[in-house]
């Protein structure tokens, strides 16, 4: 059974910091791609940075030198470090796991997600 779990998410002033962290179980992220998404209510849940399983990294231009995505492949864990929050950073942060492949000639992808953490940013 695949488990995502995010954790590390809470309150935090505009200008702080803090670290999502996201353990999986199940799945190897040498295989997966990885990533973060964040959600608002009533708004889709948009990528904020995803890795692959090569390392090759990816950022929402939001986030784009504030965010740094990692991750320890021999642990499972993925890492979100989130500098210089800002107010609308504010949202439900997901853990993601993907991965393409092709049977038969037919594409296929498997697709995991965590339960979400909140992160919420005061001004």
């Known amino acids: 059974q695949v488990q995502l779990v995010e954790s590390g998410g809470g309150l935090v002033q505009a200008g702080g910091s803090l670290r999502l962290s996201c353990a999986a179980s199940g799945i190897s992220f040498s295989i997966y791609g990885v990533g973060w998404y964040r959600q608002t209510p009533g708004k889709q849940r948009d990528l904020v940075a995803r890795?692959?399983?090569?390392?090759?990294?990816d950022y929402a231009d939001s986030v784009k030198g504030r965010f740094t995505i990692s991750k320890d492949n021999a642990a499972n864990t993925l890492y979100l470090q989130m500098n210089n929050l800002k107010p609308e950073d504010t949202a439900v942060y997901y853990c993601n796991a993907e991965w393409e492949f092709v049977v038969l000639g037919i594409p296929k992808k498997s697709t995991f997600w965590g339960q979400g953490t909140q992160v919420t940013v005061s001004s």
């Open positions: 890795i692959t399983s090569g390392g090759s990294t």
